[in-house]
């Protein structure tokens, strides 16, 4: 269930910006209700904006499972050209009566990240070119006009997963489909996500770009985020 909660903040804020003309991501918030095979367990808000000539993009989500709760929020800084600038995350959760803080800020200078832990400071160099989980590939999806077949990939920086080794991503315009979001059907593009070892991620946004829904299979668990 962690594991899923990383990666539904990284396609949130990967596939939340909106457009309202070419090569456009205008600022933005955006609410979601998260389910788990069907049940409602929580919500996540994301906002995009420009401040100081940088995307700023949050993502703050809430989940209550009964054995577990969990608080988190990411906040991602790049330029305007979607170089790393500054990643800050905090996570709280509670399991069993159990609860743990996690807090990891990270601060890129080209490919060094001094990377700041409850288990201290460090200093790395990242050898393979990355990128965070901003809006850079939203904004490539918009330059390709989601043509159907085309696919984006990239290598983002996600210290949950590995502090030194990038995650590869993959984006793939699969075409339009009919999907019901909130009881009405809607005709809406759908992106394939691969994530690592991360199986049969989907998500549905319109025309200007708008995550409708997403979907995330995982072993027997099936996660959905459904816009507000």
């Given at each position: 269930m962690k594991k899923m909660l990383v990666f539904t903040a990284i396609l949130l804020v990967s596939a939340g910006a909106c457009r309202k003309g070419a090569g456009e991501i205008p600022s933005g918030t955006w609410n979601y209700r998260l389910m788990v095979n069907g049940a409602p367990i929580g919500r996540a808000v994301v906002t995009n904006r420009i401040v100081n000539n940088t995307w700023v993009s949050t993502t703050d989500m809430e989940m209550d499972a009964g054995y577990i709760k969990n608080t988190s929020r990411q906040v991602i800084t790049e330029t305007l050209d979607f170089k790393p600038v500054k990643m800050e995350t905090h996570n709280r959760t509670?399991?069993?009566?159990?609860?743990?803080?996690?807090?990891?800020?990270?601060?890129?200078?080209?490919?060094?990240?001094?990377?700041?832990?409850?288990?201290?400071?460090?200093?790395?160099?990242?050898?393979?070119?990355?990128?965070?989980?901003?809006?850079?590939?939203?904004?490539?999806?918009?330059?390709?006009?989601?043509?159907?077949?085309?696919?984006i990939r990239n290598h983002i920086y996600e210290p949950s997963v590995d502090t030194e080794e990038p995650v590869l991503?993959?984006?793939?315009?699969?075409?339009?489909?009919?999907?019901?979001?909130?009881?009405?059907?809607?005709?809406?593009?759908?992106?394939?996500?691969?994530?690592?070892?991360?199986?049969?991620?989907?998500?549905?946004?319109?025309?200007?770009?708008?995550t409708q829904k997403t979907v995330i299979t995982m072993l027997n668990n099936r996660l959905e985020l459904v816009l507000e």
């Open positions: 509670i399991q069993n009566g159990q609860v743990s803080e996690v807090k990891t800020i990270a601060t890129f200078t080209g490919n060094t990240v001094a990377l700041e832990t409850g288990e201290g400071k460090s200093t790395i160099t990242v050898t393979k070119p990355f990128i965070l989980e901003g809006n850079y590939f939203m904004n490539e999806l918009i330059r390709n006009e989601f043509k159907p077949g085309t696919i991503v993959l984006v793939k315009v699969l075409g339009r489909e009919d999907v019901s979001i909130n009881g009405k059907t809607k005709n809406l593009i759908h992106l394939g996500f691969s994530i690592e070892n991360l199986k049969n991620i989907d998500s549905y946004i319109d025309n200007d770009g708008i």
